[in-house]
Protein backbone atom coordinates (compact mmCIF):
# COMPACT_ATOMS: atom_id res chain seq x y z
CA UNK A 1 0.00 0.00 0.00
CA UNK A 2 1.58 3.50 -1.22
CA UNK A 3 1.63 5.87 2.28
CA UNK A 4 0.02 9.13 2.10
CA UNK A 5 3.85 11.16 1.10
CA UNK A 6 3.95 8.92 -2.12
CA UNK A 7 0.18 8.77 -3.17
CA UNK A 8 0.75 12.96 -2.70
CA UNK A 9 3.96 12.35 -5.15
CA UNK A 10 2.80 10.75 -7.71
CA UNK A 11 -0.63 13.27 -7.60
CA UNK A 12 1.82 16.35 -8.13
CA UNK A 13 3.43 14.12 -10.52
CA UNK A 14 0.68 13.83 -12.87
CA UNK A 15 -0.68 17.33 -12.42
CA UNK A 16 2.47 18.46 -13.47
CA UNK A 17 1.87 16.26 -16.52
CA UNK A 18 -1.00 17.18 -17.67
CA UNK A 19 -0.54 21.20 -16.93
CA UNK A 20 2.54 20.31 -19.12
CA UNK A 21 0.35 18.69 -21.87
CA UNK A 22 -2.63 21.33 -21.77
CA UNK A 23 0.07 23.97 -22.21
CA UNK A 24 1.87 22.08 -25.30
CA UNK A 25 -1.44 22.03 -27.03
CA UNK A 26 -3.12 24.75 -25.99
CA UNK A 27 -0.20 26.25 -28.35
CA UNK A 28 -1.46 27.27 -31.69
CA UNK A 29 0.99 28.69 -34.43
CA UNK A 30 -0.07 31.57 -35.83
CA UNK A 31 1.34 33.42 -38.47
CA UNK A 32 2.96 36.62 -37.68
CA UNK A 33 1.54 39.52 -39.18
CA UNK A 34 3.66 42.31 -36.87
CA UNK A 35 5.95 42.47 -39.93
CA UNK A 36 3.06 43.44 -41.93
CA UNK A 37 2.09 46.01 -39.93
CA UNK A 38 5.11 47.30 -39.09
CA UNK A 39 6.00 47.79 -42.70
CA UNK A 40 2.62 49.69 -43.03
CA UNK A 41 3.54 51.94 -40.31
CA UNK A 42 6.81 52.98 -41.28
CA UNK A 43 5.42 53.85 -44.57
CA UNK A 44 2.75 55.97 -42.99
CA UNK A 45 5.47 57.80 -40.81
CA UNK A 46 7.89 57.95 -44.37
CA UNK A 47 4.98 59.24 -46.14
CA UNK A 48 4.09 61.89 -43.50
CA UNK A 49 7.81 62.87 -42.95
CA UNK A 50 8.16 63.53 -46.81
CA UNK A 51 5.07 65.67 -46.49
CA UNK A 52 6.08 67.78 -43.65
CA UNK A 53 9.38 68.25 -45.22
CA UNK A 54 7.60 70.30 -48.31
CA UNK A 55 6.24 72.64 -45.65
CA UNK A 56 9.77 73.23 -44.16
CA UNK A 57 11.03 73.52 -47.15
CA UNK A 58 8.06 76.42 -47.85
CA UNK A 59 7.43 74.21 -51.78
CA UNK A 60 3.73 74.44 -50.47
CA UNK A 61 2.84 77.67 -48.61
CA UNK A 62 0.35 80.44 -48.39
CA UNK A 63 2.53 83.29 -50.61
CA UNK A 64 2.35 80.69 -54.16
CA UNK A 65 0.63 78.68 -55.81
CA UNK A 66 1.26 75.34 -56.17
CA UNK A 67 3.70 73.96 -58.53
CA UNK A 68 2.54 70.21 -58.92
CA UNK A 69 5.50 69.38 -61.06
CA UNK A 70 8.09 70.49 -58.35
CA UNK A 71 5.82 68.89 -55.75
CA UNK A 72 6.16 65.50 -57.65
CA UNK A 73 9.61 65.96 -57.98
CA UNK A 74 10.50 66.53 -54.50
CA UNK A 75 8.53 63.55 -53.07
CA UNK A 76 9.95 61.22 -55.79
CA UNK A 77 13.49 62.71 -55.06
CA UNK A 78 12.42 61.10 -51.20
CA UNK A 79 11.01 58.12 -52.42
CA UNK A 80 13.72 55.06 -52.68
CA UNK A 81 13.71 52.95 -55.62
CA UNK A 82 11.60 49.63 -54.18
CA UNK A 83 9.22 52.02 -53.44
CA UNK A 84 6.10 53.38 -55.29
CA UNK A 85 3.65 56.50 -54.75
CA UNK A 86 0.58 58.23 -55.98
CA UNK A 87 -0.08 62.30 -54.86
CA UNK A 88 -3.68 63.85 -54.65
CA UNK A 89 -4.77 67.41 -54.20
CA UNK A 90 -7.67 68.09 -52.05
CA UNK A 91 -9.49 71.42 -52.15
CA UNK A 92 -11.95 72.67 -49.30
CA UNK A 93 -15.05 71.28 -50.97
CA UNK A 94 -13.21 67.88 -50.72
CA UNK A 95 -13.00 67.22 -54.02
CA UNK A 96 -9.78 65.50 -54.45
CA UNK A 97 -7.44 65.49 -57.51
CA UNK A 98 -4.50 62.86 -58.79
CA UNK A 99 -1.24 64.51 -59.73
CA UNK A 100 0.07 62.75 -62.19
CA UNK A 101 2.97 64.09 -64.19
CA UNK A 102 3.10 67.71 -62.84
CA UNK A 103 -0.11 68.44 -63.89
CA UNK A 104 -4.02 68.00 -61.67
CA UNK A 105 -5.90 65.33 -63.22
CA UNK A 106 -9.63 65.06 -63.43
CA UNK A 107 -11.88 65.28 -60.14
CA UNK A 108 -12.29 62.06 -58.82
CA UNK A 109 -13.51 60.58 -54.86
CA UNK A 110 -11.12 58.92 -53.00
CA UNK A 111 -8.47 57.40 -54.57
CA UNK A 112 -7.29 54.96 -51.74
CA UNK A 113 -10.04 52.80 -53.06
CA UNK A 114 -8.95 52.86 -56.60
CA UNK A 115 -5.18 52.04 -54.87
CA UNK A 116 -6.29 48.86 -53.04
CA UNK A 117 -8.48 47.32 -55.70
CA UNK A 118 -5.32 47.19 -57.99
CA UNK A 119 -2.75 46.11 -55.10
CA UNK A 120 -4.86 44.15 -52.54
CA UNK A 121 -3.64 43.30 -49.69
CA UNK A 122 0.05 44.96 -50.36
CA UNK A 123 1.12 47.43 -47.38
CA UNK A 124 -0.37 50.69 -48.86
CA UNK A 125 0.17 53.65 -46.44
CA UNK A 126 -1.33 56.89 -46.35
CA UNK A 127 -0.41 60.26 -45.20
CA UNK A 128 -2.43 64.04 -45.52
CA UNK A 129 -1.11 67.13 -44.92
CA UNK A 130 -3.59 70.00 -44.36
CA UNK A 131 -2.00 73.82 -45.33
CA UNK A 132 -3.42 77.04 -46.18
CA UNK A 133 -2.89 77.65 -49.96
CA UNK A 134 -2.51 80.56 -52.22
CA UNK A 135 -5.90 81.61 -52.56
CA UNK A 136 -6.81 81.75 -49.05
CA UNK A 137 -8.57 78.43 -48.36
CA UNK A 138 -7.57 75.26 -46.31
CA UNK A 139 -6.36 72.82 -48.91
CA UNK A 140 -4.77 69.09 -48.93
CA UNK A 141 -1.94 66.60 -49.91
CA UNK A 142 -2.44 63.25 -50.06
CA UNK A 143 1.13 61.01 -50.36
CA UNK A 144 -0.03 56.92 -50.85
CA UNK A 145 2.83 55.01 -50.52
CA UNK A 146 3.53 51.46 -51.15
CA UNK A 147 6.57 49.06 -51.50
CA UNK A 148 6.86 47.41 -54.98
CA UNK A 149 6.53 43.54 -54.68
Known amino acids: MIG ?5 YFIEI ?7 SLLYTGMQHTS ?9 EYNENF ?3 ILRS ?3 Y ?12 LIEDFVSGFVDDYREFDLDY ?25 LKSNFGNQDLASAQLAYRSSD ?4 SIRLYIWDKL
Open 54 to 56: LAE
Open 90 to 114: CSTSSVCYPINDGALGTAGGNNITN
Open 14 to 20: IFAVLLV
Open 4 to 8: KRGYM
Open 47 to 49: AFD
Open 58 to 69: EIINEYESEDWG
Open 136 to 139: GNWS
Open 32 to 40: NNNFDNSAV
